[in-house]
Structure formats: structure tokens, C-alpha cells
């Protein structure tokens, strides 16, 4: 029988942050799945068979931006999620934080804080 291996779906529209942090996290021990905008992370979660046990969501992307995807998550999970984010204002922390996200991490960023 076979460990569990978790899953963290990546949602970044920057394919370069999606490949990096994806082979690190792969690297650790996870299975790593990804999507480019919001929509699409959206529509992936909705179809796994096997829900993600994080999901590291950037707020800056296009079809829907991650405080859309954020609040669509709340509505029926309260799976982990870790806003990763070029946006780094005090306001757009505390507005992550308080609509559910569980950490909020500013690029650039070091793959050990992650």
C-alpha cells in the first residue's frame, strides 16, 4: 500500500512561478497539479477526484482574480489556502486574510518560506 502522497493545486498565471514552485514542491514530497488564471483553478478543484489539501492561489490573474477564486472556495470548502502575490500593502494582506485565505506570502519570495 502506497502513503498518501498531498496534493497542491498551484493557481499563477506566470508559468515560470507555476514550473519553480511546482519541481520544489514535487522535490518535498507532493503531488503538485496547476492552473493558469482563475477560472481554470476553479473548474480544476470542482473536478479532481481527490480535492487538494492546499492550494497556493496568486491574486493577480487573468478570468478571475484569486480574492474571486477566495470566495467561490469559501462557499464550500475551507481547504488551506496560501495567497502568493506580488501585492504587498498592508490593505491587501489584512483584505486576503480576512476573506479566508490561511497565509499570504509576497513575491519575491524564498521557496523555504513557502
Known amino acids: 500500500m502506497t502513503a498518501h502522497r498531498p496534493l497542491i493545486l498551484i493557481a499563477d498565471d506566470e508559468s515560470k ?3 519553480l514552485v511546482g519541481a520544489s514542491l514535487e522535490m518535498a514530497g507532493f503531488d503538485v497539479c496547476t492552473a493558469a488564471d482563475g477560472r481554470e483553478a476553479l ?3 470542482e473536478r479532481l477526484p ?3 489539501d492546499l492550494i497556493v492561489l496568486d491574486l493577480m490573474m487573468p478570468a478571475m482574480d ?4 477566495l470566495g467561490k472556495l469559501r462557499e464550500e470548502s475551507a481547504v488551506p ?3 502568493l502575490t506580488a501585492k504587498s500593502e498592508v490593505f491587501d494582506r ?3 486574510l480576512e ?3 490561511d497565509d499570504y506570502i509576497v ?5 523555504k518560506e513557502l
Open 43 to 45: 473548474e480544476l478543484f
Open 66 to 69: 484569486g480574492l474571486e477564486v
Open 107 to 111: 513575491k519575491p519570495f524564498e521557496m
Open 94 to 96: 489584512i483584505q486576503g
Open 50 to 52: 481527490e480535492k487538494p
Open 81 to 83: 489556502v496560501i495567497m
Open 99 to 101: 476573506m479566508g485565505a
Open 17 to 19: 512561478i507555476r514550473r
